[in-house]
């Protein structure tokens, strides 16, 4: 040592002691936060199942409408993923995306109906609404990517992600323009009303119709992204763009396939909503949308089967657990407190482990 010189490394020390102590202090709050979550989870359902407070039948029906709703979330779950996957932003208009189709498809739904399309050729009307929600989603979802998004690329991240929701804003009340305000219920379809018998379980056929063909479009993705060239392109651009294009991949023509493919997932989801709740409005895409992303971090964000699993999940919960979680502590009308179970997992997934379930640690 240097005459003259101190040693500074008490400072340094008192100070790394410092930041132990406090990132010590964090650990214990949360630990304590998981503790006081687990402990209330496993209570409340404790309690619910003594009491026997709900029949076995009625816990299958939620059990089977969790599902349904679940593979709606999943759906839209996809386009947030794969928008992610490539540009790394969140797109919060994607609800406004899955809210157009279907409100879209609502008139083609009417016109359908006072044609006898619906009852007496179901097949043929079914994929006439689903044909118009789907391309009208695509339309609008290729329209934000080459308005919105394309001119901020190399802006920062906090840029699009205002842009987003400024964008979410600008569709809703462009369609409140020019559909109304008011809540618009579909049509009956005959054949979608009833129950079948499935190995034994009685399920709505409007619900096994939504689970069939989300699962059928969720496979048919699954293949495009792994087994297609497409797929193979979309994949190259999510690692590296700049590589990629020297590869001689058109970077731009993937971004849009990829907004496309987003949007024809959130018009399909769109009219597998409606078959379960039958209504649509101009604000019909925020609780969705925002549900849908919550199953996409829960699943790991840019993990496609992640946010098919993740929009599975919240869907079962959202379902099951206010009666399951609550009901045993005498809450009336658990039902209500849906979206609270909703976005409370969504904290705690941010808080404890925000990269998801199938996500990498960073």
Not at 81 to 86: A, M, R, S
Not at 155 to 166: D, E, M, N
Not at 171 to 179: D, E, I, P, W
Not at 299 to 326: D, H
């Amino acid at each position: 040592m240097l005459p003259g010189r101190t040693p500074r490394s008490s400072g340094t020390d008192a100070a790394a002691t410092t930041r132990t102590h406090r990132i010590s202090g964090l650990s214990i709050i949360l630990w304590a936060l998981r503790i006081v979550v687990i402990a209330t989870v496993l209570i409340g359902s404790t309690l619910t199942l003594q009491r026997g407070l709900l029949p076995a039948e009625s816990w299958r029906d939620l059990l089977i409408f969790g599902i349904a709703q679940g593979s709606v979330y999943a759906l839209i779950a996809l386009g947030y993923t794969l928008v992610y996957g490539i540009l790394f932003m969140i797109n919060f208009a994607h609800g406004e995306v899955f809210m157009s189709g279907a409100f879209t498809a609502y008139f083609v739904a009417v016109f359908a109906a006072s044609e006898g399309l619906l009852d007496g050729n179901p097949i043929v009307g079914i994929a006439m609404i689903l044909l118009a929600s789907m391309l009208t989603s695509m339309t609008v979802a290729i329209l934000l990517e080459r308005i919105a998004y394309r001119p901020l690329r190399g802006a920062p991240r906090l840029v699009p992600l205002i842009t987003a929701i400024g964008a979410s804003l600008v569709l809703q009340y462009s369609f409140r323009g020019l559909y109304g305000s008011g809540v618009r219920g579909y049509p009956q379809i005959e054949v979608l009303q009833g129950r079948w018998e499935i190995f034994g379980i009685p399920i709505l056929r409007s619900q096994a119709v939504v689970i069939v063909a989300a699962v059928m479009l969720m496979i048919a993705l699954w293949y495009l992204v792994e087994k297609t060239s497409t797929g193979r392109q979309m994949r190259a651009v999510s690692e590296d763009k700049e590589v990629a294009a020297l590869m001689g991949i058109n970077v731009d023509a993937v971004i849009v396939k990829t907004f496309a493919i987003g949007g024809l997932l959130a018009g399909a989801a769109g009219i597998l909503y409606v078959f379960i709740f039958n209504q649509v409005h101009f604000l019909m895409g925020f609780l969705p949308g925002i549900k849908a992303f919550t199953a996409a971090v829960l699943g790991g964000i840019g993990n496609i089967v992640g946010a098919m699993l993740g929009g599975l999940f919240l869907g079962v919960l959202e379902s099951v657990g206010p009666f399951l979680f609550l009901s045993g502590f005498g809450v009336p009308s658990p039902n209500q407190l849906r979206d609270v179970i909703a976005f409370t997992m969504l904290v705690l997934v941010l808080i404890f482990r925000p990269y998801g379930i199938l996500g990498k640690k960073p």
